[in-house]
């Protein structure tokens, strides 16, 4: 099956629920037994890898429903539901590291996730190394005899660089260590982890998957031989995410091939715009043929998304901020894989530790949302006149 007729497909099961497309939302807590035998199978059958409902926590068809057509989409063996992407980094990252383990992490990852690196993960006697997200090959250097996590995010949070993961993935593996990727950029469309070295797939299910900008969700995928890890670190901290939202995901998820074209095709188009543009240093985007990750992006992805970022040439904060506010159809906001076209400043050069980031030129990331492109160039373009009247 290709991957729109999947998302269409996976994780439904009509037959199992009156005929009805959608799959329902089961609010659980409690679950009931009719016997002692029925409580003791159906744990013994959850414990053997069944579906077997026990109680709420331990997830629903509700949840099972997206994390089977999430999984089946990455060509995962399974996939655990999280509260947000941040608990799923953080769980997917807890549940393979003990006190005394080495993790090597981009110095291109999502700041949040830096953050519990350096703020949660230290407190337990775990040290993080961080690295060129360019590295490839070369992480060998950097590997210890206790390094036991790679983490990957490509393309890097803000920075947009495309990492080789399969050349990465093959020296960590060499070394015994698990790779660990946030693929939330491509989202389970545009980036097929298991057959490229990841172990260990993560997604913020809050941007794309969910699309629509109204729910938090974040889900972890693994191949077959890293599930139980993943599940029982999962189980044993108590991760789920309520059936509302779980609904949610999946009924965004059933529109994500078609939105996530639309995406790439209009922030193409904006970004061409922008490459013409005077007042534009650099465009930070994988798929344009002039960036620098350029081939690795078109060996590995099945497309890109809608979010990428460019540099200003240097100029005053003040013409920055003319162009920042009053825009209209780009709200200032976190966050992304909406409908609507977003627009934040950010400052790489704050957090990084093992590459340096200047910040002469400023950073600007846009998300390009589903509106016509002819009216955002219009809405960017007014706001570039703005900053020009104040340059
Ligand atoms: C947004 C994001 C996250 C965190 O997701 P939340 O649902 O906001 O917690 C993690 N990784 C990446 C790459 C993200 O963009």
Partial sequence: ??????????????????????????HASTVLYSSLADLEQRHKDRSEGKKAVTYGRMGTPTTWSLEEAVAELEGGYRSQVFPSGLAACAG??????????HLLMTDSVYGPTRAFCDKVLNRFGIETTYYDPLIGAGISELIRPNTAVVFTESPGSQTFEIQDIPAIADVAHKAGAVVMMDNTWASPLFYKPFNKGVDVSIHAGTKYIVGHSDVMMGLVTTNKEHWETLQAGANLTGQTAGPDDVYLAQRGLR??????????????????????????????HPALPTDPGHSLWKRDFEGASGLFSFRLNALPKPAMAAFLDNLELFGMGYSWGGYESLVIYADPSQYRTATKWDNTNPLIRLHIGLENTDDLIADLSAGFDRLNSLK
Avoid: C
Avoid at 92 to 101: P, V
Avoid at 273 to 280: H, I, K, M, P, Y
């Fill in 92 to 101: 997917a990252l807890q549940a393979f590291l003990k006190t005394g383990d």
């Fill in 255 to 284: 529109t994500l091939s078609v939105r996530l074209k639309q995406h790439m095709e209009n922030a193409l188009i904006v970004a061409d715009w922008l490459q013409g543009r005077d007042e534009v240093h650099s465009i930070l």
């Fill in 1 to 26: 099956m290709k991957d729109e007729t999947k998302i269409v497909v996976a994780g439904r099961s009509p037959e199992d629920n009156f005929g009805i497309v959608n799959v329902p939302v089961y």
